[in-house]
């Protein structure tokens, strides 16, 4: 493998950030307009199609990503474990991608909750009306947490991918190997 890692670092990184930007753009976006939408049978319709046109773009940004870190995890595996610090970022960042593929499977599913049927009349994409289906209200309420966990969890990914790169400095990269070799030798 090239010692360079263009291609899938920009890969992991615009896929993380795409992941990251949509995630939140739709909270505040799609659905804060749809409380704009007049009639409040058509609001859940609205949101649901605005992030059913984001879907493939998502999953695409999801999937860049992932091929993109994986590319990465093979190419740095020798650091990962020789170096000190890389593995405990390389595991982190593995279980908050884990969640965050959780979290946006989960908040699709949820939506498409909120959409089925004729429509129902709610205040907004995760506000539920005095006369909304209490299933239908109890996944607006989870949606409404889960708006925002998402954004939350890619932005770590985005932080934690940024900390990596900086754990290849050369100074990084002696400093943690120097760490390493000395556990290792008891010193």
Do not use: C
Not at 71 to 91: D, E, K, P, S, Y
Not at 105 to 124: C, E, F, M, W
Not at 181 to 187: I, K, S, Y
Request: hydrophobic fraction near 45%; charge should be positive; charged fraction near 15%.
């Amino acid at each position: 493998m090239s010692p360079r890692n263009t291609l899938i670092r920009s890969m992991h990184d615009l896929g993380a950030a795409a992941w990251f930007g949509g995630s939140l753009m739709g909270a505040l976006g799609v659905n804060g307009a749809a409380a704009a939408v007049a009639d409040p049978t058509d609001r859940a319709k609205v949101a649901a199609a605005g992030w059913a046109k984001w879907a493939p773009v998502n999953a695409a940004a999801i999937g860049a990503h992932l091929l993109g870190g994986t590319g990465l995890l093979l190419a740095n595996r020798g650091r990962a474990a020789h170096q000190a610090g890389v593995r405990a970022n390389t595991v982190t960042k593995l279980v908050v991608t884990g969640l965050a593929l959780g979290t946006t499977a989960y908040s699709g599913i949820l939506g498409a909750k909120t959409a089925q049927g004729d429509g129902h009349h709610v205040t907004g994409a995760t506000e539920p009306s005095a006369t909304t289906p209490p299933d239908v209200a109890a996944a607006q309420k989870q949606l409404k947490v889960l708006q925002w966990v998402t954004p939350v969890l890619t932005a770590a990914i985005v932080v934690l991918g940024a900390q990596q790169g900086e754990q290849q400095r050369p100074t990084q990269i002696v400093r943690g190997l120097t760490t390493t070799l000395g556990r290792r030798t008891g010193r």
